[in-house]
């Protein structure tokens, strides 16, 4: 995949959805440009971004004359491509375990952070209001049922689909990078296989360089 024309990825590195899609870059050594979109003027909402992306929404990906959006299966895709053994493809039931977890990150951990981050981080940032604590408490609860659930999970496996590294934990990286700058990042306290876990993964080369660029964005 590093030999071929540079792929693009359409957005801004600080989205943890951008996110993902580079460390799965990474991971495989290809070759990328990113392409800056402007979310605060709607430039995600402009014609030539909706072309790529219907949804309005970053990250978009261009590979020749493929045009995709959504993270985790732009994530899926270069992956493949790039015969990452992340997908564990080898193993049909490696491969669900994967699918399956990935499933609980986007509609449990994800769904929850984003609430959070958006409160901590984009709401006093980039919007110039005020941080509404209550939804964050509400969002800090719904964690706590997924991080249970992981910590139970970790107690019985190094990773989530199995004992190997696969994208169903990577997926995770970006916004676990934005829970340990929040204030809310002594909630991993009580869940100490899971803060092992998400400290490993932070280690990782991939995912330093890509939460650089995040920090940097």
């Given at each position: 995949m590093g030999t071929e024309a540079k792929v693009k990825v359409f957005g801004p590195a600080r989205s943890t959805c951008v996110a993902r899609v580079l460390v799965c870059l990474e991971e495989v050594g290809a070759e990328y440009e990113l392409v800056h979109v402007h979310l605060p003027a709607g430039d995600h909402k402009g014609p030539a971004h909706l072309a790529r992306t219907p949804f309005g929404q970053v990250p978009a990906f261009?590979?020749?004359?493929?045009?995709?959006?959504?993270?985790?299966?732009?994530?899926?895709?270069v992956l493949c491509k790039g015969a990452s053994d992340l997908l564990r493809e080898g193993s049909l039931a490696e491969s669900a375990a994967v699918d399956a977890w990935l499933e609980a990150e986007s509609h449990n951990f994800d769904k929850a952070m984003s609430a959070i981050t958006f409160q901590c981080f984009v709401v006093p940032?980039?919007?110039?209001?005020?941080?509404?604590?209550?939804?964050?408490?509400?969002?800090?609860?719904?964690?706590?049922?997924?991080?249970?659930?992981?910590?139970?999970?970790?107690?019985?496996?190094?990773?989530?689909?199995?004992?190997?590294?696969?994208?169903?934990?990577?997926?995770?990286?970006?916004?676990?990078?934005?829970?340990?700058?929040?204030p809310c990042a002594s909630v991993l306290d009580a869940y100490p296989r899971v803060k092992a876990?998400?400290?490993g993964m932070m280690d990782r080369p991939s995912v330093k360089k890509v939460m650089e660029l995040m920090d940097a964005s």
């Open positions: 261009q590979d020749g004359d493929l045009i995709l959006f959504e993270s985790r299966a732009i994530s899926r895709y940032m980039f919007m110039g209001g005020t941080t509404d604590h209550k939804i964050v408490e509400e969002n800090l609860e719904k964690l706590k049922v997924a991080l249970r659930v992981y910590e139970e999970r970790l107690s019985r496996s190094r990773y989530l689909a199995g004992d190997f590294i696969s994208l169903a934990d990577l997926s995770h990286c970006p916004m676990a990078h934005y829970l340990l700058a929040s876990w998400i400290d």
